[in-house]
C-alpha cells in the first residue's frame, strides 16, 4: 500500500506514531511493540497511585464514582468492582458494527496513550492490548453511543471488556466469543484493576482511529480529484494555460501553487491539450486568423472547474495537511482523567478527554470533501452536455437516442454528491446536554469523523463514476486508437481502469464497473 513497510514492526513510545504506522497496523496488520521505556514510565504511575490509595486520598474514578456520581465514594474493597462496573454498563451500543480497522486503530491508539505513562495502568494492559492486535483478536463493536465528551465512552468499552475475554470478535475470518478467540490465540485475559477501566474507556481513541483512517484516504482522493480535472481538460480538448506556475505563484497559497503542480504534472505529454501557445504564434503572424479565438470554445475562456481548479481546490490540500497535524498530536497525546504524574507525585482532574480538536479538525474536512464532490460533478456535467463537451456525442453514448450511454451513471453520481452535500454540515454543534447534565456539552467528535467517513466513501464511488466517463471520453476522442495520446497521469489511469472495465459500445449494466475502480482506488492501484 503506497509505499508502506510493512516488514516492519510499529513501536509504541507515545509520542511518535504517525497516521501511516496506524494504517499499517489497522489495514495491513503491521506487528505492533513497545520502547523499552514504557513499561517503566507505566510502572511508575502505576505505583504513585497505589501510594495514593494507601494514604486514603480521594481520586475520581477510583475511589469514587463516575461522571455525576461522583459524590459517591467506593470502599476499597470495591475498587476493582468499579471498574469492571463502569465496562459493563457502557456495553450498550447500537447500530451496524464498525470496519474492523477503526477498531484496530482504536486499540493502538489506546495503548499508544497508556504507553506515555500518566494513566496509571500495570503494564500488563498495554501489553495484552498489543496482544489483541498481534493476534489479530478485533472486539466487534457498535457504531452509536459516543458523544465525544468524557472520550468515547460506549464503544471503547468493548475494547476494555474483551481484555477481560468478554464480548465477541472477529478472528481469522470468523466470529467467535472473545474469550474463544483469546483461547485460540494463547493470550490470557487479565482481571481489571483499579482506574484501569476508567482508563480504557475515558479518552478519544475511537474518533481518532476514524478520523486518521479517514484522512489517509482523502488525501489521495483529493490528488485523484486534481488528476480528474486534468484528464477532463483532455477529454474536451482544453488548454493548460490555468495551470501555469506564475499564475499561481503571484497568489501565494502554497496549496494553490501544489495543486497547480500537480495539474501540470498530470497532463505533461498529452497531445489532446488544445495548444493555446500555437494559436498565439498564428495570430501573431496572421492576424486574420484571430477568429479561431471565437471558434475554439475550449481555447482562452475554459468554465471555472478547469479554469480555477487550483483555487478552488488547493484550499483541501492546505486543509488536509492541517487536520493531519491536528489529528496526529491527538494520537499521540494523553487523553483520558483523572492523570497521575509520578514525577511530582501528582493527581490531575482534567478535561482531555473532550474530543473537540478531532470535531473541530473533521467538521472541517467535510467542507473539503463536499467541495471535491462538487468538482466531480461539474467536471461530469461538462463531459456529458454536448453544449459544453466540445464535439462529444451526448452522455458519451456511441448511438445517442437509441442508446442512453452514461446517462443513468450521471444520475447515480448526482445522488452521491447530494449524499455527501446532505453529510456536510459541522456535528460539533449539535451538542446536547447528557449524563445528568454533568457533560452539558460535548464534542460529538466521533459523530463528525463517522460522517466525514461516510462522505469520503460516496467520494470514492462519486470519482468511480466519473472516471469511467473519461476514460469513455478520451475513447471518444481517439485514445483507444492511437491517435491521441493521454498525459503522464491519465495514461496510467486510464491503463488501469481499462484493465477492468472496457469501453461501452452499447448500453450495459456499469455497477460492476463502478464497484471495479472503487476497488482500484480503495487499494491506490491508479498510480499518481
Not at 468499579?82 to 486499540?107: F, K, M, T, W, Y
Amino acid at each position: 500500500m503506497d509505499s508502506l513497510v510493512l516488514d516492519k514492526a510499529v513501536v509504541l513510545t507515545g509520542n511518535d506514531l504517525t497516521v501511516e504506522d496506524l494504517v499499517r497496523v489497522a489495514r495491513d496488520g503491521s506487528r505492533v511493540e513497545t520502547a523499552g521505556s514504557v513499561a517503566a514510565a507505566a510502572e511508575a504511575s502505576r505505583e504513585a497511585l497505589l501510594r495514593k490509595l494507601g494514604r486514603q486520598e480521594i481520586i475520581y474514578g477510583v475511589s469514587t464514582g463516575f461522571g455525576a456520581n461522583v459524590k459517591y465514594f467506593i470502599p476499597p474493597s470495591e475498587l476493582k468492582a468499579l471498574q469492571e462496573n463502569v465496562l459493563h454498563s457502557l456495553c450498550c451500543g447500537a447500530g451496524p458494527e464498525l470496519d474492523q480497522a477503526i477498531v484496530r486503530g482504536a486499540i493502538v491508539l489506546r495503548a499508544n496513550a497508556l504507553s506515555k505513562g500518566y494513566s496509571a495502568v500495570r503494564p500488563i494492559v498495554i501489553e495484552r492490548l498489543i496482544a489483541l492486535l498481534n493476534a489479530g483478536v478485533t472486539p466487534i463493536v457498535p457504531r452509536y453511543g459516543s458523544v465525544g465528551a468524557s472520550g468515547d465512552l460506549v464503544p471503547s468499552a468493548y475494547i476494555g471488556s474483551a481484555l477481560s475475554g468478554e464480548g465477541e470478535a472477529h478472528w481469522r475470518g470468523e466470529r467467535v466469543s472473545v474469550a474463544e478467540a483469546l483461547k485460540r490465540s494463547n493470550v490470557e485475559p487479565i482481571r481489571l484493576e483499579a482506574k484501569e477501566g476508567l482508563a480504557l474507556v475515558n479518552g478519544t481513541t475511537m474518533m481518532t482511529s476514524v478520523a486518521a483512517l479517514t484522512l489517509y484516504d482523502l488525501e489521495y482522493l483529493a490528488r485523484l480529484t486534481l488528476a480528474a480535472v486534468a484528464m477532463t481538460a483532455e477529454a474536451l480538448r482544453a488548454t493548460s494555460d490555468p495551470f501555469r506556475e506564475n499564475i499561481h505563484l503571484v497568489k501565494n497559497h502554497p496549496g494553490q501553487i501544489e495543486a497547480a503542480r500537480l495539474l501540470r504534472a498530470y497532463a505533461e505529454g498529452s497531445t489532446l491539450l488544445f495548444d493555446l501557445d500555437a494559436l498565439r504564434e498564428d495570430i501573431r503572424k496572421n492576424r486574420a486568423d484571430a477568429t479561431r479565438t471565437v471558434e475554439t470554445e475550449q481555447g482562452i475562456q475554459t468554465p471555472y472547474s478547469l479554469r480555477c481548479a487550483p483555487q478552488g481546490l488547493g484550499p483541501a490540500l492546505e486543509n488536509l495537511e492541517f487536520a493531519r497535524r491536528v489529528v496526529e498530536r491527538e494520537m499521540n497525546s494523553v487523553n483520558d482523567n483523572p492523570l497521575i504524574d509520578a514525577a511530582r507525585d501528582e493527581v490531575y482532574h482534567t478535561g482531555n478527554f473532550y474530543g473537540g480538536h478531532i470535531a473541530r479538525a473533521m467538521d472541517g474536512v467535510k467542507i473539503d470533501i463536499a467541495n471535491l464532490a462538487n468538482w466531480a460533478h461539474c467536471l461530469m456535467a461538462m463531459l456529458m452536455d454536448p453544449r459544453f463537451s466540445n464535439g462529444l456525442p451526448a452522455s458519451l453514448a456511441t448511438d445517442p437516442g437509441l442508446s442512453s450511454g452514461f446517462k443513468g451513471m450521471q444520475l447515480a453520481q448526482t445522488s452521491l454528491v447530494v449524499a455527501c452535500r446532505q453529510m456536510a454540515a459541522p456535528s460539533s454543534i449539535h451538542t446536547l446536554p447528557t449524563e445528568q447534565y454533568n457533560q452539558d456539552i460535548v464534542s460529538l467528535g466521533m459523530h463528525s469523523a463517522m460522517s466525514a467517513n461516510d462522505m469520503a466513501l460516496r467520494l470514492r464511488d462519486a470519482l468511480s463514476i466519473l472516471l469511467l466517463a473519461l476514460c469513455q471520453a478520451v475513447d471518444l476522442r481517439g485514445v483507444r486508437e492511437g491517435s491521441e495520446k493521454l498525459g503522464k497521469a491519465s495514461s496510467s489511469v486510464y491503463a488501469a481502469i481499462r484493465q477492468v472495465a472496457r469501453f461501452v459500445d452499447k448500453d450495459r449494466a456499469q455497477a460492476k464497473d463502478i464497484a471495479a475502480v472503487n476497488a482500484l482506488i480503495a487499494d491506490r492501484a491508479l498510480a499518481l
